[in-house]
């Protein structure tokens, strides 16, 4: 691919949705509005795709050059004045994430087409669903801090007009507590780049990877600020409250974009800017992210045992799951920022499958009590047998998408070596051990049994409309499961590009 083309499909990647989402808000008709937000959406999804052909490195991580080096970039002045740019850039550590956010958004206002949540206008939760897509991929394709920061900040207030406008009885609360803990990280970031920007000189991440003008000082101050800032997006065990309720109160499609992207913002962030940026800042810090991430893993095990709401159990697995990917990325080591990269793909394939499940049940039984689902497979085998592939996929079963990242974090640990690693690989084996004990006992309380009253009234039949819509993310989860290098490979060269500041 010529590097021209390369540069209208990152245009087109942002540009599209945007356009899209004006569109979709200035049509009266509602459902022709979510048509056209569903082809929007489609159009992105494939002037994403193409991304990883050609550039520098072909998208095949061949590269062996330590420089930052992405495949098709743009950089244009943007404040001259600042000397701020409008510089976006596309890699193995982004496009994975690009190509999970386009085509969960896809699915999500083709799921529109079919059911709308009450509460308002389709038309404009679509028009929403194309704005937070606008900030997601932003983030994740911007390469300026300032940048960043902008699109980070766009996604607050059209989640939390999704929240309050089609959520459940409490969601005007579980919106505001979202937005709280969001400004709070918010600001964390905004102090966090002032720092770097004002150390370095400069705002061009690629630039600054490897703590390049940024000297021990500046690099603790800013990671420590940085790091603070992504754990609550992510979010990350103890800032990870907001979360529950979110999910728990948000309709089925803001909780996919919640749970299968959104929270990747963080771990993203932490990745490509914390410890690209301020590597000497990251090695100081790892033990205590390190620490953190094994409390979250059995923290998040341990409250979901005790959950009886099928979303909020499945949202405090998130916390766990996220979990898993900052041990890896405390590793600082290839091993470990692989796993943490792979672990944030399947994570946003299952969890979404399970949050379109979830809210399937709960549309048609009209409760999320796990004590009133019980016996599903005996009026709704086909939902059931679904709910089961999602449940022994999140667990980690080898040849799933929830296998490899969990995994390798934990083999990272071990190669890290040293008393303090070992402990915590240990710790998160049996945090993963947790993770299969209450995903099992959700399968029992859900799927067997007699069926309960609220059960017995569903029909047997998955609706054609909900096939589409699940069957991409079933064929991901297999496709990731047993050919892991769909992710790996393309990763490969940034994350050695990336280490290479590591002190």
């Given at each position: ?92 550590i982004s496009w994975p994430l690009v190509v999970l956010t386009a085509l969960l958004t ?193 923290v998040g095990s341990l409250v979901c045992l005790a959950q009886t709401e099928l979303k ?105 070596g040293g008393p303090l690693w070992l402990t915590l690989a240990v710790l998160a084996a ?74």
């Open positions: 691919m010529s590097g021209l083309v390369g540069q209208v499909l990152l245009v087109a990647v942002l540009a599209v949705p945007a356009v899209g989402a004006v569109v979709v808000a200035a049509l009266r008709h509602d459902r022709a509005a979510r048509l056209v937000g569903t082809v929007a959406a489609g159009l992105t999804l494939l002037a994403a795709l193409p991304l990883v052909a050609g550039g520098d490195d072909g998208g095949t991580g061949a590269d062996p050059s330590p420089a930052v080096r992405p495949w098709h970039q743009v950089d244009l002045p943007w404040v001259p004045g600042l000397d701020l740019r409008l510089h976006l850039g596309v890699d193995g896809l699915l999500c206002c083709g799921y529109t087409l079919w059911r709308v949540p009450s509460g308002g206008s389709g038309r404009a939760l679509v028009a929403l669903l194309l704005v937070v897509e606008v900030g997601i991929l932003g983030t994740f394709l911007a390469l300026d801090l300032v940048l960043f920061f902008v699109f980070f900040e766009v996604v607050l207030l059209p989640m939390y007009a999704i929240i309050a406008g089609w959520g459940g009885p409490d969601r005007h609360r579980a919106a505001r507590k979202f937005a709280l803990y969001t400004l709070f990280g918010s600001v964390l970031l905004l102090v966090g780049v002032l720092v770097v920007v004002t150390a370095a000189g400069t705002a061009d991440i690629v630039a600054l990877t490897g703590g390049t003008g940024l000297s021990r000082g500046p690099q603790l101050a800013a990671f420590t600020l940085l790091a603070l800032a992504f754990a609550v997006k992510s979010p990350l065990w103890p800032l990870h409250s907001w979360l529950p309720d979110a999910h728990t109160q948000a309709p089925t499609v803001g909780s996919v974009i919640l749970a299968g992207v959104l929270l990747k913002m963080g771990t993203y962030g932490l990745i490509r800017v914390a410890v690209g940026v301020a590597p000497e800042g990251a090695e100081w810090a790892a033990p205590v992210l390190g620490v953190l991430a094994v409390a979250a893993i059995l909020r159990l499945i949202a405090y697995s998130s916390v766990g799951h996220m979990g898993f990917v900052l041990l890896g990325v405390a590793t600082l080591t290839g091993t470990g920022l692989r796993a943490a990269l792979i672990g944030n793909i399947a994570h946003g394939i299952i969890t979404g499958l399970l949050f379109f499940l979830a809210g399937a049940i709960k549309d048609r039984a009209h409760t999320g009590d796990l004590a009133d689902l019980s016996g599903l497979r005996e009026t709704a085998p086909r939902l059931a047998g679904l709910l089961g592939f999602a449940a022994v996929a999140s667990l980690g079963l080898p040849g799933l998408a929830g296998f490899w990242g969990e995994a390798f974090a934990v083999i990272a640990a071990v190669r890290v049996l945090g993963g051990a947790l993770t299969a004990a209450y995903l099992l006992r959700l399968l029992r309380q859900v799927t067997h049994g007699r069926a309960s009253s609220a059960v017995a009234q569903l029909g047997p039949g998955v609706a054609r409309a909900e096939l589409l819509t699940w069957a991409p993310l079933v064929l991901l989860t297999l496709a990731v499961g047993l050919a892991p290098i769909l992710v790996l490979g393309v990763a490969q060269a940034p994350v050695d590009a990336l280490l290479s500041g590591r002190p």
